[in-house]
Antibody, heavy 119, light 109 residues
Framework: EVQLVESGGGLVQPGGSLRLSCAASGITFSSYWMTWVRQAPGKGLEWVANIMQDGSEKYYVDSVKGRFTISRDNSKNSLYLQMNSLRAEDTAVYYC????????????WGQGTTVTVSS | EIVLTQSPGSLSVSPGERATLSCRTSQSVSSSHLAWYQQRPGQAPRLLIYDTFSRATGVPDRFSGSGSGTDFTLTITRLEPEDFAVYYCQQYGTSPPYTFGQGTKVEMK
């Protein structure tokens, strides 16, 4: 069974940092692009960042460029999101996700981890 | 960045009826790489449609996608109780970010 499990969420003060992790199982992790998607409370989905199979290409939505860094460790089947200079508007559920079976559609999602930025 | 605009924002439909959801993109989406998702309360999104027309594994055939260029549609025929949810479109253009629409909520009348 394909599974993505996020961890690392929590309460952080504005300006603080947090590192999210995503552990993958049931797939050949190193074969797939990986993505972070977030959802603010009561709001829609927002694509945040993705990373190529070998980590050589990374893309970000403008609102997080320069503050967030996506990375992966294929030896550990793990995806990460380092979040710095956090703002209240970064408060959201963060999903780890991937296009495993289809090139143009995210078909595997984690359960999400909640990040709350508040003083 | 390609902006996706979904309409209507919400839709009130009776079980057994048809729902038509629209997604318009600010630029033409290359090769019609557009996906649709369903999200029920408290759950992660679920892929319904990829590449504009193709149903993901296990998705009932009452869900269908159509469109091209900048105008795309998700149609749900014969709404079942489990279909009342929020639906999002997402584009896979030439390069990331692969943005989502703001969602359409399908509510029971």
């Amino acid at each position: 069974e394909v599974q993505l499990v996020e961890s690392g969420g929590g309460l952080v003060q504005p300006g603080g940092s947090l590192r999210l992790s995503c552990a993958a199982s049931g797939i050949t992790f190193s074969s797939y692009w990986m993505t972070w998607v977030r959802q603010a409370p009561g709001k829609g989905l927002e694509w945040v960042a993705n990373i190529m199979q070998d980590g050589s290409e990374k893309y970000y939505v403008d609102s997080v460029k320069g503050r967030f860094t996506i990375s992966r460790d294929n030896s550990k089947n793990s995806l990460y999101l380092q979040m710095n200079s956090l703002r209240a508007e970064d408060t959201a559920v963060y999903y780890c996700a991937s296009e495993v079976y289809y090139y143009y559609g995210i078909d595997v999602w984690g359960q999400g981890t909640t990040v709350t930025v508040s003083s | 960045e390609i902006v996706l605009t979904q309409s209507p924002g919400s839709l009130s439909v009776s079980p057994g009826e048809r729902a038509t959801l629209s997604c318009r993109t600010s630029q033409s989406v290359s090769s019609s790489h557009l996906a649709w998702y369903q999200q029920r309360p408290g759950q992660a999104p679920r892929l319904l449609i990829y590449d504009t027309f193709s149903r993901a594994t296990g998705v009932p055939d009452r869900f269908s996608g159509s469109g091209s260029g900048t105008d795309f549609t998700l149609t749900i025929t014969r709404l079942e109780p489990e279909d009342f949810a929020v639906y999002y479109c997402q584009q896979y253009g030439t390069s990331p970010p692969y943005t989502f629409g703001q969602g359409t909520k399908v509510e029971m009348k």
